[in-house]
């Protein structure tokens, strides 16, 4: 079993829809979490952490659940430029130096 | 936005030679990384490194040597490469401030090996 585990996808989304994500961790000492974007054939870019209590970032809200060891990912109002993989990575390193492990990705293809 | 180079961006090379990814950044951060990404697969942590003169192995093993001489140079060396070898390579970058400070990526090397 993966120690990051999210759905590959494709999902397939109309322009306006509102998509989610999850990914589940199997290491309960995991210290912070995290939602990295990659399109294709390039480098991944942080789009959002994830905290606790949950947090919002225009469209993109990112929630956490430490007891179930989840993480989810919601889009509004999709765009075509969201179409990417969205990768879920978790920080189990000590404090202060970053040991991320991530997900396979989840694709995401917003059509008009 | 942090300022990561890689380069070659593209490398073709045939088996048994010798080759060294570059890795550089202007930012002035003390922590840098080489991860390893097979098409459609997840990242895998290969090298890392706290500071100069310190290197440590990440998760996957991996043939490759690394060495971090000056804060904003982090090369990667194959001594003979081989068409295992082949992926794609990506450096990163973060500041020293804990455990939310983003991975700065560099756009990453595709490397084949004939």
């Known amino acids: 079993r993966k120690e990051v585990e999210q759905d590959p996808g494709p999902f397939n989304v109309p322009e306006g829809a509102t998509v989610a994500f999850n990914c589940t961790y199997s290491n309960s000492a995991s210290q912070s979490f995290f939602w990295y974007r990659q399109d294709c054939r390039k480098e991944p870019k942080l789009l959002m952490s994830v905290y606790s209590s949950g947090n919002e970032d225009g469209r993109f809200t990112a929630q956490l659940n430490r007891a179930s060891q989840y993480i989810s990912l919601l889009i509004r109002d999709s765009k075509l430029s969201d179409s990417a993989t969205y990768l879920c990575?978790?920080?189990?390193?000590?404090?202060?130096?970053?040991?991320?492990?991530f997900g396979t990705g989840t694709r995401l293809l917003v059509s008009p | 936005e942090a300022d990561i180079y890689q380069t070659p961006r593209y490398l073709v090379i045939g088996t048994g030679k010798k080759i060294t990814l570059e890795c550089s950044q202007t930012m002035g951060h003390d922590k840098m990384y080489w991860y390893q990404q097979d098409p459609g697969m997840e990242l895998h942590l290969i090298h890392y490194s706290y500071g100069v003169n310190s290197t440590e192995k990440g998760d996957l093993s991996s043939e490759s040597t690394v060495s971090r001489i000056r804060t904003e140079h982090f090369p990667l060396t194959l001594e003979s490469a081989r068409p295992s070898h082949t992926s794609q390579y990506l450096c990163?970058?973060?500041?020293?401030?804990?455990?939310?400070?983003?991975?700065?990526f560099g756009n990453g090397t595709r490397l084949t090996v004939t």
């Open positions: 990163a970058s973060t500041p020293d401030r804990g455990n939310n400070s983003p991975l700065h």
């Open positions: 990575v978790v920080n189990r390193g000590n404090t202060g130096f970053q040991k991320l492990v």
